[in-house]
């Protein structure tokens, strides 16, 4: 499926607007429209940008800045003014845009000024702060909102408060002292091991991180906190850290989790967290693994090291370790344990929403297999539609060629186990795969009989669209059900 930023570089400028989703794809048009010297058009994208982008301060702000660059500012002031901040960060950002967009100085300062006055809870209160430290330079002011942040934040969100002494106020000392105590306050595990990451983040103090952690050690419960602890030792405060950090800690809070009768979800991250991070592969066995599957063994086998790197890296890098090594053992076995983790789950999450010509199919065919063995098990823990999943995956499949087979058993395994809400997607898409091949094929019949009306496609209803029409044989009733959703 195309998407509007490859018609904008096909210079399809019409067919651009119709791929146009995100306020993104409007502003990208605008400025093809401005460099072509349509003004008129440019000016009516530029304004769809700001109308599809209200109550999000970024389009707000970039729609702004582009009647600004046509010679609009009145336009721009009234975009600007027309943005009502909910939170304090909002109100940040917009001060910032009236100075830097309109090098209105008089506005930014009524921007915070109003923020401070709305502002009762701690972090609005610390937004709030740096607004006034950072972009009117009134300390004074900064200081006392701190404060009252103090005073009534939870022990957790004294991280903010610190943050802004340090960073906003200029006073690290201040800062420790938040810290310090935000740590003893703390009567939650999980909250403390957090804390391991606030001062490495903050002051890269090694002491400090381990007594965050020897204080959540104090306070686990039961298995989970544990789980947390195990991991906060593995990190050390650095989530991107690629070795363990304390293999003591890792292993004694794994041991501490494995005593208290897990669940089955909590015995399958214990035993990849023996495997992961201590290298303990045989230490305990998961709970529950996923069955084999061809088409995921099929695409396991394409993938090279460097694209399951790619969808390793999908959120910006974060977590990158992590993801790496829970994405290698699928790409060396096909199975996993499910319902799938959070390492790799969002990842492979992340990257299902990859489009445009310059899509990596097997990448993404490779994670969208992984969630739909996943969607199979009642328990997935999946974010999303069903549909969102299998479009992208029928797409790719299709695109790499000689693996309709292997996708047709995977859907009808989802179709036979997955909850019954999300099967009408499984069978749509494998009507579709099936009709593609042979239209007069009689097992599309019973498939598309049992289809509901047409309803919702979620996030992909015009790939669901583009998909149908692609095929000119296609049942009428399937092609009513996608291209009929979310018209």
Known sequence: MLTAKDLIARGDLAAAEEAASWA????????????????DDARRCADRAASVGRGEIWPTRYAAERFVALGDRARAVAILDAFTPGRGYE????????????????????????????????NDLCDAAAGYAEQLGELATARALLEHAERQASPRALWDVAIRWKESVRDPDRAREVLGRAVLACRDARDTCAFAIAWRSLFDDDAQVRGAIARAESLAANAADWIHVAEAWRDGGRTERQSTWDEGGVRRALEAALALSPSADQQNEIAAGFRRWLGEADRVAPATQSAPD????????????????GIARADYGMSFEKHRAALLEIHATGRFAVPLDWYPREVCELRRWDEGAAVDHVQRAFCCAILAVDAASPESRQVGELGDVLAPLVESVWALGGLEAALD?????????????????????????????DAADPRIAALVESLPDPDRAGQRARLWRELARSITAAPARLVAFLVGVDR
């Open 294 to 309: 061809a088409l995921l063994d099929r695409l396991r086998a394409r993938l090279t090291i460097d694209q399951l790197d």
């Open 24 to 39: 993104d794809d409007w502003l990208r048009i605008a400025d093809a429209y401005q460099a072509r010297g349509s003004i």
């Open 91 to 122: 109100a940040n950002l917009l001060a910032r845009a009236y100075r830097e967009v309109l090098g209105d100085e008089e506005a930014a300062a009524r921007c915070i000024e109003a923020a401070a006055a709305r502002a009762q809870e701690a």
């Open 409 to 437: 058993a995977l859907l009808e395994r989802v179709i036979a186990t997955a909850p019954e809400w999300t099967a009408p997607w499984g069978r749509a898409a494998l009507a579709l795969s099936i009709a593609r091949r």
